[in-house]
Nanobody, 113 residues
Framework: QVQLVESGGGLVQPGGSLRLSCAAS?????????MGWYRQAPGKERELVAD???????NYADSVKGRFTISRDNAKKIVYLQMNSLKPEDTAVYYC??????WGQGTQVTVSS
């Protein structure tokens, strides 16, 4: 089992920034596994935001390229998502994943003036 706990969500004005964190734990956790973030807005399907491999290779959704940065600290078992220049359309619940098998409980991000 792998447990994932997200934090860092909240309410921010358009153009603002937030940093999400995802702390992983569990007996079967491996740093060799891809991790990342998805999000789900009301009435929409869950969509990929960004992934990162153990070696640091990244993949981003087109809608967040140039604004969001994913990173990971393998020693601490934490994955981060730095979100800059936030837009109202970024409003969603953000979920951390481990190999797209294990998921966190989600953290709400609301971008509004």
């Amino acid at each position: 089992q792998v447990q994932l706990v997200e934090s860092g969500g909240g309410l921010v004005q358009p153009g603002g920034s937030l940093r999400l964190s995802c702390a992983a734990s569990g007996r079967v956790f491996s740093i060799s596994v891809i991790m990342g973030w998805y999000r789900q807005a009301p009435g929409k399907e869950r969509e990929l935001v960004a992934d990162i491999t153990s070696s640091g290779s990244t993949n981003y959704a087109d809608s967040v390229k140039g604004r969001f940065t994913i990173s990971r600290d393998n020693a601490k078992k934490i994955v981060y998502l730095q979100m800059n220049s936030l837009k109202p359309e970024d409003t969603a619940v953000y979920y951390c994943h481990y190999a797209r098998v294990y998921w966190g409980q989600g953290t709400q991000v609301t971008v509004s003036s």
